[in-house]
């Protein structure tokens, strides 16, 4: 099974997607994981990226396109996976077809976590006194909510007209979220 999870920074993708893996048996896939990763090792790519990632910026597609060719290939994900993060706009979900069709591959489901900016705002401000994960101060943290609506949005639209879209209430208890989501990957609330 092959998933893409949807939904603007702090809206739980991470959170859900962790725990959906092992349900699901599939790899748990984060492009923002995979960029940090980067960043913490020096690699070249991660030093282009890291102050477009600080500063709340979308990294080009090109470098993160090459980030996840490269964590597909790998032998972890035979049994599918979970995408997190990706795409980020309209380019990346054209890009992703492009690869997967290369690949034999396509995508089950595309799940949106809808969550309220007041909520959003509260929860990372909460990381970022605990993890202090550089990009989750309050100013930064309303410009990545700024480039998700301009940019990333439009992806939501993407998947609704292919019919694999379910919208999901982001907001509750961590077990009612996976609850959703999974009945959602099961058929039984198609919105
Ligand atoms: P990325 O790492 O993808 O960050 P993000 O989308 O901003 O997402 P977050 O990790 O902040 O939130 P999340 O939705 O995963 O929520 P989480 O589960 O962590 O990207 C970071 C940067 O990398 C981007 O800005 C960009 O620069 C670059 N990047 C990444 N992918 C890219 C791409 N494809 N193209 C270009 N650039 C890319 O939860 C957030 C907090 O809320 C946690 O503390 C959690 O404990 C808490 N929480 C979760 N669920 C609940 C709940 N139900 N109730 C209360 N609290 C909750």
Redesign the pocket.
Same mark, same amino acid.
């Given at each position: 099974m092959r998933l893409v999870l949807l939904? @603007? @920074?702090? *809206?739980?993708?991470? &959170?859900?997607?962790t725990r959906l893996k092992d349900r699901l048996g599939v790899a748990h896939i *984060? &492009?923002? !994981?995979l %960029? =940090?990763a980067a960043v913490a090792a020096g690699t070249p790519l991660g030093k282009i990226?890291k102050a &477009?990632?600080d500063a709340?910026?979308? +990294? *080009?597609?090109d470098l +993160?396109l090459q980030l %996840?060719e490269e964590r597909l290939n790998q032998p972890d994900v035979a049994n599918g996976y979970i995408l !997190?993060?990706? @795409?980020?706009?309209l380019a990346?979900a054209e890009a992703l077809d492009v690869l997967l069709a290369k690949l034999n591959q396509n995508i089950d489901h595309a799940l949106a %976590?809808v969550v309220s900016e007041d909520?959003i705002v509260e =929860?990372?401000a909460? =990381?970022a006194a605990?993890?202090r =994960?550089s990009? !989750?101060s309050e100013d930064v943290v309303r410009h990545?909510l700024r480039?998700?609506q301009e940019q990333t949005a439009p992806v939501v639209g993407y998947y609704q007209e292919k019919g694999l879209l379910t919208t999901i209430d982001? +907001?509750? *208890?961590?077990d009612e979220?996976s609850q959703r989501l999974l009945d959602a990957i099961q058929g039984q609330t198609k919105t």
């Open positions: 939904g @603007p @920074p702090g *809206s739980g993708k991470g &959170t859900q997607a *984060s &492009t923002g !994981d %960029l =940090r990226a &477009t990632m709340g910026e979308l +990294v *080009s597609d +993160v %996840l !997190d993060g990706y @795409p980020r706009n990346q %976590l909520h =929860r990372l909460q =990381r605990e993890q =994960r990009d !989750d990545r480039v998700y982001g +907001v509750g *208890s961590l979220i």
